[in-house]
């Protein structure tokens, strides 16, 4: 079994910083993209960043020069800086990874997600 913890979540005023972490666990080969989502009230799902296993990134024109997707290869985790939070950026941020399993199965599993409200 697969899975992924995020965790960083909370509540900022404008103009402030949070950092999102997401962790994957399990029989695990190898992970290829990692990505962050988020979903807003009443709003589809949106992608924010992603990442190569090698670290070429890309971002939504609306967090571009704001937030900053990295990652660590050996712990399994990638990570989302985001810098001058704006109540725009107000929702549920998701992870997600494309997986590898030790059984050669290929999964592509979202995290629960983490509540990220920024407000003054």
């Known amino acids: 079994q697969v899975q992924l913890v995020e965790s960083g979540g909370g509540l900022v005023q404008p103009g402030g910083s949070l950092r999102l972490s997401c962790a994957a666990s399990g029989t695990i080969f190898s992970i290829n993209g990692m990505g962050w989502y988020r979903q807003a009230p009443g709003k589809q799902r949106e992608l924010v960043a992603s990442i190569s296993p090698g670290g070429s990134t890309n971002y939504a024109d609306s967090v571009k020069g704001r937030f900053t997707i990295s990652r660590d290869n050996a712990k399994k985790t990638v990570y989302l800086q985001m810098n001058s939070l704006e109540p725009e950026d107000t929702a549920v941020y998701y992870c997600?990874?494309?997986?590898?399993?030790?059984?050669?199965?290929?999964?592509?599993?979202w995290g629960q997600g983490t509540q990220v409200t920024v407000s003054s």
């Open positions: 997600n990874a494309d997986i590898r399993t030790s059984g050669w199965v290929l999964l592509r599993p």
